[in-house]
């Protein structure tokens, strides 16, 4: 039917829809926008896919036409309807990213609105672009597959299915597209779909980089720099991110200048690394903003200059980046390179605490609890220690039974204060055992359980934590919880004495001057009367009770016994 109407059109001297799109290839492969305009108009009037695909092209780049997306997809959408793959493919692809009006636009501009009735920007529309991706990607379309694999990696708008992602993928990248091989290499790397398998990961890396895939190149630098998948060779990394940086990628510009900050694969120049890391921050890299203001701060090779420093965290906190966020503040706390800010320091602290950072939900809590920058607010200090400690955060635990012991911002709650001591110490938390150790002890609102609490004060003191050293060293001393042993006792002890701690040279009195079968009154007074000279009230109470020296004599060896046996 076609034919027939074909050669109709050729008797009466009209040229056929097949004649008009041909005619718009040649104009448009010598440039003559107007006339390929013209000609494939008339043929996708008359329904011709393939000119309406070839429309839709125009009007996206803006060839012989005022450039507007909203058109392009009106015409990419008449052929995609009729099974056209690559207009589906662009269609996807647009819905995908969505496209915003061109700059200095105004929306409200009357000639515009009569110029361009339906706009000028897509929106995002996550399920219209899977839909046409799966329609291009089952004709069999390269780009398709490849952005439908990367639709089911990265989870924007449908759940993250790894196995899935690698088969589409494999598929584009078994046919030569670079983007899936680059997709598969990351995934194949990352070991997303199960055990990471770096070598194979290469290989797909290779390929894309031989097709000029400036990423391919990055992550080849990173394999090298890393020795992941290929032996570690700094120089083969600088060469790729070189290349990958001279070709404008941030990334690749980043890693060149940390390279270049550490003297690997390159000399260490401070200058060439000042260079490549600017490069990259101008293009909005967040994290060279952070590497910049290191650089500044330390001034590696530099005359350290904290208010440049202070200008790169600035702009990298700005951008969202948390680490920068906690710095700058720290910056503020201090006034380091900034005016001394309390107010402003808990601002940026609380924007990286917002962002879900633990380490700044715990600090944001404890100075709500201080009231430092902040009206002092138990219930916001409360909240914050929450969330940190939902995360993991030991200390937030810690810090929420302190809250509950002491009643701030909650009834008091000894037993609830007890769970979350022992939650925290079960976390590794030092001052957690340590409190836990020390309230089981003393049996403040709980049941007193002095097994419980040698076991919690001895893994305090493991940790080097001198208070928990004095406890486990009294129950030693005096068999509480734990068989009486003067000899483990006076191990810990001493290690806490060494430490200047008053009440360890205290108990260590009591030790030799009662609890030691082997009393010796010398030693006993020495060691309270250095806890006395330290403020230690209980040693100087002690002392008073001690018995006096013995004098010395030719007989002091037998008086000092005698003494030590009275004691």
């Given at each position: 039917?076609?034919?027939?109407?074909?050669?109709?059109g050729?008797?009466f001297?009209?040229?056929?829809?097949?004649d008009e799109?041909a005619?718009?290839?040649k104009a448009?492969?010598?440039?003559?926008?107007?006339?390929?305009?013209e000609?494939w108009?008339a043929?996708a009037?008359?329904?011709h896919a393939?000119?309406?695909?070839?429309?839709?092209?125009?009007?996206?780049?803006g060839?012989?036409?005022?450039?507007n997306i909203v058109?392009?997809v009106?015409?990419y959408?008449r052929?995609?309807?009729?099974?056209h793959?690559?207009a589906?493919a662009?269609?996807?692809e647009?819905?995908?990213y969505?496209?915003e009006q061109?700059?200095g636009?105004?929306?409200?501009?009357?000639a515009?609105?009569?110029l361009?009735?339906?706009g000028?920007k897509?929106e995002q529309?996550y399920p219209t672009a899977?839909r046409w991706?799966?329609a291009?990607a089952e004709?069999?379309?390269?780009?398709?597959?490849a952005?439908?694999g990367?639709?089911?990696?990265?989870?924007?708008?449908?759940?993250p299915?790894y196995?899935e992602?690698e088969r589409?993928?494999?598929?584009a990248?078994?046919?030569?597209?670079?983007?899936?091989?680059l997709?598969?290499g990351?995934?194949?790397?990352?070991?997303y779909?199960g055990t990471?398998?770096p070598?194979?990961?290469h290989?797909?890396?290779?390929?894309?980089?031989?097709q000029n895939n400036?990423m391919a190149?990055?992550?080849l630098?990173?394999?090298y720099?890393?020795g992941?998948?290929?032996g570690?060779d700094?120089a083969e990394?600088?060469?790729w991110f070189r290349?990958?940086a001279e070709a404008g990628a941030a990334a690749?510009?980043?890693?060149?200048g940390?390279l270049?900050?550490r003297?690997?694969?390159?000399p260490n120049?401070?200058?060439?690394a000042?260079?490549?890391?600017?490069?990259a921050?101008?293009?909005?890299?967040?994290e060279?903003?952070?590497q910049?203001?290191?650089?500044?701060s330390r001034?590696?090779g530099?005359q350290?200059?904290l208010?440049?420093?202070?200008?790169?965290y600035r702009?990298?906190a700005?951008?969202?980046h948390r680490?920068?966020?906690?710095?700058l503040?720290?910056?503020?706390?201090?006034g380091?390179?900034?005016p001394r800010d309390?107010?402003?320091?808990?601002?940026w602290l609380?924007?990286?605490?917002?962002?879900?950072?633990?380490q700044?939900?715990?600090?944001?809590?404890?100075?709500y609890?201080?009231?430092?920058?902040v009206a002092r607010?138990?219930?916001?200090a409360?909240?914050?220690?929450?969330?940190?400690?939902?995360?993991?955060?030991s200390?937030?635990v810690?810090n929420i039974?302190?809250?509950h012991?002491?009643?701030?911002?909650?009834?008091r709650?000894?037993?609830?204060?007890?769970s979350?001591y022992?939650?925290?110490?079960?976390?590794g938390?030092?001052?957690?055992?340590f409190?836990?150790?020390?309230?089981?002890?003393?049996?403040?609102?709980v049941p007193?359980d002095?097994p419980?609490?040698a076991?919690?004060?001895?893994?305090?003191?493991?940790?080097?934590h001198?208070?928990a050293?004095?406890?486990i060293?009294?129950?030693?001393?005096?068999g509480l919880g734990?068989?009486r042993?003067?000899?483990?006792a006076?191990?810990w002890?001493s290690?806490?004495?060494d430490?200047k701690?008053?009440a360890a040279?205290?108990?260590?009195g009591?030790?030799y001057g009662?609890?030691s079968?082997?009393k010796d009154i010398?030693?006993?007074r020495?060691?309270?009367?250095?806890?006395?000279a330290?403020g230690e009230?209980r040693?100087?109470?002690?002392?008073?009770?001690l018995p006096?020296?013995?004098?010395?004599?030719?007989?002091g060896?037998g008086q000092?016994?005698a003494a030590?046996?009275?004691?």
């Amino acid at each position: 039917m076609r034919k027939l109407i074909k050669a109709a059109g050729r008797l009466f001297g009209s040229a056929s829809p097949d004649d008009e799109h041909a005619r718009g290839l040649k104009a448009n492969d010598r440039g003559d926008y107007k006339t390929a305009l013209e000609a494939w108009l008339a043929a996708a009037r008359e329904g011709h896919a393939d000119a309406q695909y070839s429309l839709g092209r125009l009007y996206d780049q803006g060839k012989g036409v005022v450039r507007n997306i909203v058109d392009a997809v009106g015409w990419y959408r008449r052929a995609a309807d009729q099974g056209h793959g690559e207009a589906q493919a662009r269609l996807a692809e647009i819905y995908y990213y969505g496209c915003e009006q061109p700059k200095g636009v105004v929306p409200t501009d009357e000639a515009l609105s009569v110029l361009f009735p339906n706009g000028l920007k897509i929106e995002q529309d996550y399920p219209t672009a899977l839909r046409w991706a799966r329609a291009a990607a089952e004709q069999g379309v390269a780009g398709a597959q490849a952005l439908l694999g990367y639709m089911h990696a990265s989870g924007f708008g449908i759940e993250p299915d790894y196995a899935e992602a690698e088969r589409w993928y494999r598929t584009a990248a078994e046919k030569g597209n670079a983007a899936a091989q680059l997709g598969l290499g990351t995934l194949l790397a990352g070991g997303y779909g199960g055990t990471p398998d770096p070598e194979a990961a290469h290989e797909w890396f290779h390929k894309a980089a031989e097709q000029n895939n400036v990423m391919a190149w990055y992550y080849l630098g990173t394999q090298y720099a890393s020795g992941l998948g290929v032996g570690q060779d700094h120089a083969e990394a600088v060469t790729w991110f070189r290349k990958a940086a001279e070709a404008g990628a941030a990334a690749a510009q980043r890693a060149l200048g940390l390279l270049y900050t550490r003297g690997l694969g390159v000399p260490n120049d401070p200058h060439m690394a000042e260079t490549w890391l600017r490069k990259a921050a101008i293009q909005g890299d967040a994290e060279a903003m952070v590497q910049l203001g290191h650089l500044n701060s330390r001034g590696a090779g530099f005359q350290p200059n904290l208010f440049d420093a202070a200008i790169w965290y600035r702009a990298a906190a700005e951008l969202g980046h948390r680490e920068a966020q906690k710095i700058l503040a720290q910056m503020y706390f201090a006034g380091s390179g900034v005016p001394r800010d309390e107010v402003e320091a808990v601002r940026w602290l609380e924007r990286a605490a917002g962002q879900g950072d633990p380490q700044a939900q715990l600090r944001i809590g404890a100075l709500y609890a201080e009231g430092r920058g902040v009206a002092r607010d138990y219930d916001r200090a409360l909240d914050w220690f929450r969330r940190a400690a939902e995360q993991g955060n030991s200390d937030a635990v810690y810090n929420i039974g302190m809250l509950h012991s002491l009643g701030l911002g909650v009834p008091r709650d000894p037993a609830g204060a007890l769970s979350w001591y022992q939650r925290a110490a079960e976390q590794g938390s030092v001052l957690a055992q340590f409190r836990l150790g020390a309230m089981l002890a003393s049996g403040d609102g709980v049941p007193q359980d002095y097994p419980g609490a040698a076991l919690w004060s001895r893994k305090a003191a493991e940790q080097g934590h001198v208070g928990a050293m004095v406890n486990i060293g009294r129950f030693s001393m005096q068999g509480l919880g734990v068989e009486r042993d003067t000899a483990e006792a006076l191990r810990w002890l001493s290690a806490a004495a060494d430490q200047k701690e008053a009440a360890a040279m205290t108990a260590l009195g009591e030790l030799y001057g009662h609890w030691s079968d082997e009393k010796d009154i010398v030693r006993a007074r020495s060691w309270l009367e250095r806890a006395a000279a330290l403020g230690e009230p209980r040693a100087k109470s002690l002392l008073e009770r001690l018995p006096p020296p013995p004098p010395a004599s030719g007989q002091g060896g037998g008086q000092h016994r005698a003494a030590a046996g009275e004691g």
